[in-house]
């Protein structure tokens, strides 16, 4: 990676024997060189560490895709194929969206065919349809739809809200606090993540009705 051809020896100092254990005097103590002791012990974790993660990011987006895809192919969509679409999301998430995607779709569609040379070239098709509900005061109109291309929209900044999580467990959650347990490390990411909102509040109020139901009132004889 640097460039070199190879890296310069270091002398390996030969063990005390009084200071080896028993058990480990007749193990063979394989030497390698420093280019191969840098390959093995960093160039490799890093490169499957980063073809593990792009693997399962790439089996995310899939799965996205997957779901939230017939919003691309609006306007050049066979009916059949947007209803199926539309069963599906809602299966997914039927707490959120309601039975009438597709009929609500399918009218949708029609409008989209009308208004696909609007669309601008730096901006993206799903954001173009979002913009429409918008500009037409069509969000009581389309409410599923305005819902379904919220979800898909904010999804990229739910991924980094993610990837920042893991980075604020990596400093929470060290080799000097490997006791913790689930709820109090979840408690305190979510802290240290919203900590922009954390030094807003006043706890003021917070610590004074916690002091009134924990104190403890001794009867006088």
């Not at 997914?92 to 409008?111: K, P």
């Not at 929470?172 to 979510?190: A, G, H, W």
């Amino acid at each position: 990676m640097s460039g070199k051809t190879d890296y310069p020896e270091i002398r390996i100092r030969s063990q005390n024997v009084r200071l080896t254990p028993l058990e480990n005097r007749n193990q063979e103590t394989i030497r390698l060189s420093q280019r191969e002791k840098f390959r093995s012990e960093n160039f490799l974790p890093v490169i499957d560490q980063l073809y593990t993660s792009l693997t399962d990011r790439i089996k995310a987006y899939d799965i996205i895709c997957k779901r939230f895809g017939f919003f691309r192919k609006l306007g050049n969509i066979e009916p059949s194929e947007l209803l199926l679409s539309a069963t599906n999301l809602v299966n997914i998430y039927s707490e959120d969206l309601e039975a009438t995607l597709g009929n609500e779709l399918l009218q949708f569609n029609s409008l989209v065919n009308l208004r696909q040379k609007d669309c601008g070239k730096e901006e993206s098709w799903e954001l173009f349809l979002f913009r429409i509900l918008y500009e037409d005061n069509l969000k009581v109109t389309f409410p599923n739809i305005e819902i379904a291309l919220r979800m898909y929209l904010v999804l990229m900044v739910a991924n980094s809200s993610g990837e920042r999580s893991f980075s604020k467990m990596k400093l929470i959650k060290n080799r000097l606090r490997t006791t913790m347990t689930q709820d109090r490390l979840t408690n305190l990411t979510i802290l240290s993540i919203e900590s922009d909102i954390l030094r807003s509040l006043d706890f003021g109020h917070t610590i004074k009705q916690f002091s009134i139901n924990k104190s403890r009132k001794v009867c006088s004889l």
